[in-house]
C-alpha cells in the first residue's frame, strides 16, 4: 500500500511541475515579419519567472505595466499573444536609496510573440533593460516593480514595433 501512495505522489508531483516551467518556446532570436510589425495588437499575456527575489504581485506589475506599453505600440488589428519569461529581476533597496539617493533597476528575459490560430511563434526577443531608480524619494516611495516593468515593455515595443510611443517625462521610467 505504501508503494502505491508514494507512486501516487510522484505521480502527482510530475503533473504539476510543468506549471512551473517557463512558458516560452525558447530559441534563437526572431524578429517580425515587417508587415505584421504594422498590424499587430497584443491579446493574451502570459508570465513566468524563475527563482525571482520580488514581491508576490510581480506578475500581476509585468503584465498589467507591458500589457500597456505594447497598447501604445502595438495597436493594428492583428492578434498575437505575447509570452514573457524574465529570468533575473533586480530592484535597488529602499535603504540603500535613502542612503545614496541613486541607483537602478534591472531585467533579464524572453518576450516572445505568438499566432494565437496556429500556436506559432513569429518573434523572440531577449531583452534586458536598466532603468533609473529615481532619486532619494521616488527610490524611497516609489513602485519599484512598476518601474522596471515599464522598462521592459518600452524594450519590447522597441524591439519588436520600433516605437516608444511616451515622451519622456514623470509618466515614463524609461528616458528615451
Do not use: K
Not at 36 to 51: D, H, K, Q, V
Not at 101 to 118: I, N, Q
Not at 131 to 158: N, P, T
Amino acid at each position: 500500500m505504501n508503494r502505491s501512495l508514494a507512486a501516487a505522489a510522484v505521480l502527482m508531483a510530475l503533473a504539476i511541475t510543468p506549471a512551473c516551467a517557463p512558458v516560452v518556446e525558447g530559441g534563437p532570436p526572431l524578429a517580425l515579419p515587417p508587415g505584421l510589425a504594422e498590424t499587430a495588437s497584443i491579446g493574451t499575456i502570459t508570465l513566468s519567472t524563475g527563482w525571482l527575489r520580488a514581491e508576490d504581485d510581480v506578475g500581476d506589475t509585468f503584465i498589467e505595466e507591458v500589457g500597456e506599453e505594447m497598447r501604445t505600440c502595438a495597436y493594428g488589428t492583428w492578434p498575437l499573444d505575447l509570452r514573457l519569461h524574465i529570468e533575473d529581476l533586480d530592484r535597488e533597496g529602499r535603504l540603500t536609496m535613502a542612503v545614496r539617493g541613486r541607483g537602478s533597476h534591472y531585467a533579464r528575459g524572453v518576450a516572445e510573440l505568438v499566432d494565437p490560430r496556429s500556436g506559432t511563434v513569429v518573434g523572440r526577443y531577449p531583452l534586458e533593460v536598466e532603468v533609473d531608480a529615481g532619486g532619494r524619494m521616488a527610490g524611497i516611495f516609489g513602485d519599484r516593480q512598476m518601474i522596471v516593468a515599464e522598462a521592459f515593455g518600452r524594450a519590447l515595443c522597441d524591439a519588436a514595433f520600433a516605437r516608444n510611443p511616451r515622451r519622456p517625462g514623470p509618466h515614463n521610467a524609461t528616458p528615451n
